[in-house]
């Protein structure tokens, strides 16, 4: 299969998955700002919350960025 360039809204909402991502993965760690909501679901504590939500980002912003590399036209 060949490679195709994705297109410019791909890379750009893709850019902007991985930074809200990257952004709730280094404020759980880090803690600059402090601006994440108490948010706990089931059995989880707030950081295991926003762990689970910044790794999604991330993984969709990578499946984003694959899907549009792959297929033609995404």
Known sequence: ???????????????????????VLT????????????????????SETWGVIGMGLVFLAWFLMFLGVKLKGL
Request: aromatic content about 20%; cysteine-free.
């Open 27 to 46: 404020e759980i760690f880090f803690g600059f700002s402090g601006v994440l909501p108490t948010l706990a679901l089931g059995t989880f504590t707030p």
């Open 1 to 23: 299969m060949a490679w195709t360039p994705p297109t410019k809204w791909t890379v750009m909402f893709s850019f902007l998955v991985l930074a809200g991502g990257l952004f």
